[in-house]
Structures are given as structure tokens and as C-alpha cells.
């Protein structure tokens, strides 16, 4: 039967990808975002709402607008503020877990609050990083809202194992998005030294990622998990 998908972040790179990929195996996709859900919904011909994870009002008008949800994607997050340790500004990583951290664990709550109430035995796909697990100098500040969001998993995973709903993490390495093959050009150093740290030589496409989402919110006897699409990387 076709579940109710949702998939914050949905008009970015990776969130477009999960969405498609839902949408190809028949299922009702809501795309939400704070920035273009309208338009990047129209795009793929499914609804767009308007979210900001980060706020719990948004988020309680937004599930009321998009009515009982089935699997929840928390793909929504902050990747572009980096910065060492010594230089990095606390605002810095206060917006990076805010974001990060703060919205995923407001929408899991949310969302598993009404799955609990009607029932539903729904899943959670959670976008972390293997920089939750494996550090690059200048990233720390991402990568430690990451590692919270493996622990957030966990925790949500081992709660609500009883209501019968799953939660899971998928864990990248760098994904090639339109924004990440801007910054980094195919025959750069810095393409190539990323390349030179993954075992199988390539970077992941959004669709490798969004495979592994929707493998995720379908695995019957899979919860608690961070599957990492990395090509490797954590081998090294
Ligand atoms: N691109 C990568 O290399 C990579 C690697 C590992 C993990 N990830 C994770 O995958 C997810 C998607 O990344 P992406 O590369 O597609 O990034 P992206 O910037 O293209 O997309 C992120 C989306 O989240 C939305 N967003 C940000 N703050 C929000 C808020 N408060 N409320 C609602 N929406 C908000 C943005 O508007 C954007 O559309 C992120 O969680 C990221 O950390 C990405």
C-alpha cells in the first residue's frame, strides 16, 4: 500500500533525490523545506509545504496541513559553515546544531507523537555523515551535529521500538550535489583529495543516497542503525 512520505530538505540536492526515488516506488511524497518547497514540489508534480524545523509552530501547522505521515525523511540541515577549532565562532555551531540537532529531534517528536497517537507503525530515515564518526579538519562543527544525530537516532530507535516504529540514519560521505560539484570541479586538487580518501574511487550520486533512504524505510527488522554509503571511506 502507498505510505505518506515526508521529506524535509526536500528542495535540496540529496531531499529532491529521496523524493523521486519514494515517488518511483508508487508512494505519496510531501516535500517540505524553508526555501522553495513550492517550486521544487511542482517540479516533481507532488505536494510542497512550507517548514522551518527549527520552529515548533511551523512544524505543528505543517503536519496539520499534511495530515497523518507514514515515513518520516529528517534530510533537512545545515553543510556549509565550516571551520577549525581554534577559529570557528560560536554562533557558528549554535546555528549548526540548531538546525542539525534542534530540528531533527523536533520533528521526530512531532511526527512520532501522531504516529503513537493513530497507531502507525512508521518509520524515521535520518541523514547523518561518516563525519559523525571520522573527522576532516575544518568540519568538526557539522560533524559533531552528526554524531548527535546518530545518538538521536539511537535513542528514538530504542522508545519507540514499542509503538512499532523504526528509526534510521543513512551516513554519506561527500554526495555529489550541484552544490558540491560547484565547489569542488572534476580534475581539482580538492576533488581529488577527497577521491584519494574513498576506497572505490568515486564520489556517491544523490541516488546511491536515496536508494539507501528508501531501503531503510523498508527493512522490516532493521531500527537503531547508521548505514554508511561511503564508498569505503571508513575503512581508512
Ligand atoms: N552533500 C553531501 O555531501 C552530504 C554528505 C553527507 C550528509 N549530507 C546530509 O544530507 C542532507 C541534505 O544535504 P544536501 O547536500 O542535499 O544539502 P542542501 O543544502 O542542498 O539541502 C538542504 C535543504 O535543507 C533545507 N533546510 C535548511 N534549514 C532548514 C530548516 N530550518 N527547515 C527546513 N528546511 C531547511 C534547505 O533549504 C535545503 O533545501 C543534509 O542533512 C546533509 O547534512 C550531505
Known amino acids: 500500500m502507498a505510505r505518506t512520505v515526508l521529506v524535509t530538505g526536500g ?3 540529496i531531499g529532491r533525490a ?3 526515488a519514494f515517488l518511483a516506488v508508487q508512494d505519496t511524497v510531501v516535500l517540505a523545506d524553508i526555501d522553495k518547497a513550492e517550486e521544487a514540489a ?3 508534480g507532488v505536494r510542497g509545504v512550507a517548514v ?4 515548533e509552530k511551523s512544524i505543528i501547522r505543517a503536519l496539520d496541513e499534511i495530515g497523518p505521515v ?3 525523511v529528517n534530510n533537512a540541515g545545515l553543510l556549509g559553515i565550516h571551520g577549525r577549532l581554534l577559529d570557528l565562532p560560536g554562533t557558528d555551531l549554535h546555528a549548526l546544531l540548531r538546525t542539525n540537532v534542534l530540528g531533527t529531534f523536533l520533528m521526530t517528536q512531532h511526527v512520532a507523537h501522531r504516529m503513537v ?3 502507525t507503525r512508521g518509520a524515521i530515515v535520518n541523514l547523518s555523515s561518516i563525519g559523525g564518526r571520522q573527522p576532516t579538519p575544518g568540519m568538526g562543527g557539522y560533524e559533531s551535529s552528526k554524531a548527535a544525530v546518530d545518538a538521536i537516532t539511537r535513542w528514538a530507535a530504542v522508545e519507540l521500538a514499542e509503538h512499532g516504529i523504526r528509526v534510521n540514519s543513512v551516513a554519506p560521505g561527500p554526495v555529489l ?3 558540491l560539484a560547484a565547489g569542488l570541479p572534476e580534475g581539482s586538487p580538492a576533488r581529488k583529495a577527497w577521491l584519494d580518501r574513498i576506497p572505490l574511487r568515486r564520489l556517491a550520486s544523490v541516488d546511491t543516497v536515496a536508494a539507501a533512504v528508501v531501503f531503510l524505510a523498508g ?3 532493521i531500527t537503531g542503525t547508521s548505514l554508511p554509503v561511503d564508498g569505503g571511506q571508513l575503512l581508512t
Request: charge should be negative.
Open 11 to 13: 528542495a535540496g540536492g
Open 18 to 20: 529521496i523524493a523521486a
Open 42 to 44: 511542482a517540479d516533481l
Open 52 to 55: 522551518d524545523i527549527t520552529d
Open 70 to 72: 507514514d515515513v518520516l
Open 117 to 119: 497517537q493513530r497507531g
Open 177 to 179: 550535489t550541484p552544490v
Open 219 to 221: 527493512a522490516d527488522h
